[in-house]
């Protein structure tokens, strides 16, 4: 089995740094078990230098007085620099998240750098940085114009949960930087290798020093990142649990928050809908990344009349998964990110079961993986939209098939829950459908597979406790700009 070893330091002012810390932290391959890298856990001494670079770099350095086609030309720079080496980040992300290799080729490397340069090469360029002010006539006042401003929105702070580590750092590393603004960026510490690399691209590309600075660790680090005073901005992703908090820490200093969250989404099958596809989407929405995906379909709502074929079909299905290291090519699904999240999902399995739910398959660990946090790809039947599995975000391989009669009573399940970040119809009468998804209380959805994927055109986030805020092309170029007025008297 080839193990990897990585290195990495934090990335501050410009320079690459072990910082003025004596903690290390571990970072294991989550399929073996075994240490791949030690970086430096950064102390609060760090976190506040890096905070301070960035703020001296936002308040008197060039980034958010270059013109957007300067950022640009940097960006694209940056990208040219990820892609010359995406073999060394699919390797690193395969180690560190446990990610077959499909999927760290694709959504985990090449589709964040895709979104950087469609945001150098289309969204900057066309983005609307000044719109004047026709002349205005105030009775009494007199007459004045001026322009409307889009400005950087200042030093932000950026922390990312650990599923997909280079993406998540990226959606927010691209509008932020595309704005003007500086960052902190802080990476989940289970996953931060990645993250760090980023610091290399950013000196290859020539960015000032003091505008990107990366830093480890957290609990400390991140209150510190969403509680000091010369922060602006935060955005963070993660569980809805820890973005409460953000939301509370950073409201003493009144900072903008952005917050991405937690999911529990579902898919509405129609008993005229496809159902081949239906099953494939919930096949991909349970075992994608182990089900550690905020946005996969892991609820699957089926008409009564089709509830038993679909259910078959999808078990068929997931009895092929070959669960096991990423590193064997023939592995279709990977391992949970921690022991401690395999023990979560188990436990979540265990109230499914004491609440009448059935295991229709899956609920143990794969026979021949004594290493690893591995779970079976798992499917509940038997499900009342009341119980907690319905209502609670697994975050590993588990599905649930709740039945329903009529179109209300899917969309009422469907917006049971404290989430909405995604969702899916499946029917042949598309009037019907488009009619559904306008219902369902959701960021995003589906209709007959037909997702918006991942393109950057399109705004990703969540409604109700899966978030506050957009991402993604121009809608997350928006979330890190203010908006001023200039206006002069007319004579
Ligand atoms: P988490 O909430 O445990 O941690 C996220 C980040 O918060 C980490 O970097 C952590 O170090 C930091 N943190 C912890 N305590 C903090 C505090 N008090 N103040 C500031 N920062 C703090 O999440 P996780 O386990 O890494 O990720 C899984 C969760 O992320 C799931 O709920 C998933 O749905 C969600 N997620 C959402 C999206 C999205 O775009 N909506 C994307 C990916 C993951």
New binding site residues.
Partial sequence: MTEYSFSGQLYIDGRRTDGETDTVLTVRNPATEQTIAHVPQASLADVRRAITVARKAFDDGPWPRFTPGERAAILLRMAAEMERRLPELVAVNMAEAGSVRPLAETLQTRVPIAHLRDMAERVLPAFGWQQPLEPTITPGLGISQGVVRREPYGVCSL??????PFF?SM?KLIPALAAGCTVVL??????PLESLLIGDFADAAGLPPGVLNIVT???E???E??TNPMVDL?S????????R??YV?AAASMKKVI?????KSASIVRADGDLDGAVRSAFVGITTHAG????LLTSTIVHESVHDEVVERLLARLSEVRVGDPAQESTTMGPL?SAA?RDKVEKLIRVGQDEGARIACGGGRPAGTDRGYFVEPTLFTGVDPSMTIAQT?F?GPVGVVIPYRTDDEAIRIANATPYG?SGAVWSADTVAAYDLAARIRTGTVAINGGGAGVTPRVP???YKQ??IGR?WGEFGLDEYLQSKTVAWAAR
């Fill in positions: 922390i990312a949960a650990y599923n997909f998540l959606m802080k990476p989940a510490p289970n996953t660790g957290d609990i680090a991140g209150v990142l969403t935060v963070f992703t993660g569980s809805d649990t820890v973005g908090m953000v820490q917050l991405e969250l937690g999911g550690q995906g905020c946005s990110i999240q975000e975050f970040l990703f986030g969540g899966s978030g991402e």
